[in-house]
């Protein structure tokens, strides 16, 4: 496989991705409560695991996972979400050191699926690249590129499935029998979620999201061979 953790690299290594194709990921979730049976940080485990699977595919890198998120369920308990003012200043340093060492294309993949932290990114992205000599910055939502329908929950049938395919060891069914007030905040057919239904979904936002970065790192090339 393919080395693409950038954290597990040496510089030198990273520079040889660097040459081999500019492309960098870097995935942004949250900690947020999602029922009693699956972890706080599964909007941003989910969000590495795309990455992790698109850079064996379309080369580059991925940067360690951001788990800082903004609003959402932040009523509920075990949620850490932060000012949309603390993200927007994290992520536009981060875009300004990615594209000041060369990286040409910078995919911000979100698990978190607030409007407000999509919108937020892409504010954030478009002012980045408003500036000289900037990288493009692609912000997706690896659900919302797939066709399968309905295409996301909040700790329902879907997030449950997936869960259950990428991280079956986090994830505790059993605790929706037990637990007083189970569903509080999640959808009732999470009992409903299964790992085949995860690798299915998974593998078609997969595919999807992987033809969105294509397409950009094709587009990108061609503005740069014409400028």
């Known amino acids: 496989m393919r080395k693409v953790r950038y954290e597990e690299m040496t510089f030198v290594e990273a520079q040889a991705a660097l040459v ?5 990921y870097v995935p942004i979730g949250s ?14 485990l989910h969000a590495y695991r795309f990455c992790l699977a698109a850079a064996q595919r379309t080369a580059g890198v991925v940067l360690p996972p951001t788990f800082w998120g903004t609003r ?6 075990g949620s850490v979400l932060l000012e949309d003012a603390t993200i927007a200043t994290l ?7 990615l594209g000041g060492l060369g990286y040409r294309l910078i995919v911000v993949t979100t ?3 607030p409007q407000v932290q999509g919108a937020l990114l892409k504010r954030v992205a478009d002012e980045y690249m408003a500036t000289p000599s900037a990288a493009r910055v692609l912000v997706l939502d690896p659900f919302t590129c797939q066709p399968m329908t ?6 329902g049938r879907i997030e449950t499935s997936l869960m259950l395919h990428l991280h079956p060891e986090l994830v505790d069914m059993a605790r929706l029998r037990t637990q007083p007030n189970p569903f509080r905040g999640v959808k009732p057919d999470c009992v409903e979620g299964t790992a085949e239904e995860g690798r299915e979904r998974f593998q078609a936002a997969l595919d999807s999201f992987v033809q969105a970065v294509e397409k950009e790192l094709a587009s990108t090339a061609g503005r740069e061979n014409r400028s």
Do not use: I
């Open 31 to 44: 900690l947020e409560f999602h029922g009693c049976h699956l972890p706080l940080g599964l909007d941003t």
């Open 20 to 24: 081999e194709r500019p492309l960098v």
């Open 91 to 97: 992520m536009r340093n981060v875009l300004e050191r």
């Open 150 to 155: 309905p295409q996301v929950d909040h700790g």
């Open 72 to 77: 959402g369920h932040e009523k509920y308990e």
């Open 111 to 113: 698990g978190h699926y």
